[in-house]
C-alpha cells in the first residue's frame, strides 16, 4: 500500500492539536482542587432545606424567592394605590399600563368586552403573578425562577381547569357541557369514537398539562442556558487565568448578558401566553358551539 507524505500544513495541525490539548489538560489540572467548571443540573431548583426538613412545610431558597417576588409585588400595587393621581405619574402609568394590558389585549381580545369583566381579576392575577416569578430568574442575587419547580405552575393550571369546567357546567349544565365539548356538531358520527377520547382527554389532560409543561420547561431551559453561559465565563476569565483559554470568556461573557435580556423577554411571552390560553379555555366552556 502506497504511502502519503505527510505536509508541513499536516504538522502544524498536529502542533496546534497538541497545543490546544495541552493547555485544556493544564487548565483542568490546576484547578481540579477548586471543582474545575460547574456544569448546572436538575439540583439547582432542589435547593437544601432552610427550615422543617423533611416536612410538607420544607422552606428552601425557591420558597424564600417566591415569599419575596409575592411580597414585591403586592408592594407595588398597594403603593400605586395609595399615591393614585388623577394625573398618573411615571409609577402610576406604568402600573395602569400592566393592568390594561391583561384587560383589553388578552381578556376582551378573547372574550369580548362584557364578557371578560367578570374574569379580569383572575387573568391579571396569573399574568403578574407569573411574571413577577418569572423575572426572579434574572434577577442577581435570587437567579432563579419561582415557576421553574412545577408545584406553582401546577396551582395555577388546576385554578384555570377548574375555572372552566365549573363555568361551563355552569352555562350549560354538565351534560350540555360534555356534549358541546365531547361531540362538536357538523362531525360524521363515526369520527366521534376517535375524536371523543382526544376532546375528553384535551379537557382532563391537554389543557392544564400544556399551560404547567410549557411554563416550567421554558424557565428551566433559560435557568440552565443562563448558569452554563456565566459559570463558563468565570472558569475561562477567573478559574483559567493565564492560559489560552481566555480568550473563550470574550465569547461566552456577551452570550450570557444576550440571554439575559432574552430571557426577560421570554419571562413576560410565558405569562401572556399562560393568561391567553386561561381566557382561551375559559371563553371555550362559554361558547355555544366549538
Known sequence: MRRTRAG???????????HATSVILAATEGHEGEGGFHTPSISDFFPSAILFEGTIFQ??????IRI???????????????????VPGRFQAGVEFLLSFVRVQIGEEIMGKERSRRFVPMLTTIFLSILA???TGVIPGLNLAGTSRIGLPLVLALWVFVTYWAVGIRKHGLGGYL???????????PIYFILTPIELLQLLIIRPGSL???LVANMVAGHIILVLCFAATQFFVVDSAGTG?????ALTLPAGIFMTLFEVLVAFLQAYIFALLAAAYINMSLEEEH
Open 212 to 214: 404547567m409543561v410549557r
Open 133 to 135: 416569578f418569572n423575572l
Open 59 to 64: 422552606i428552601d431558597r425557591l420558597w424564600i
Open 68 to 86: 419575596i417576588a409575592t411580597l414585591v409585588l403586592l408592594s407595588i400595587f398597594v403603593i400605586a394605590a395609595r399615591r393614585a393621581k388623577v
Open 179 to 189: 356534549r358541546a365539548n365531547l361531540f362538536p356538531p357538523g362531525v360524521p358520527w
Open 245 to 249: 483559554l481566555m480568550i473563550f470568556g
Open 8 to 18: 508541513p500544513n499536516d504538522h502544524l495541525g498536529v502542533l496546534l492539536s497538541t
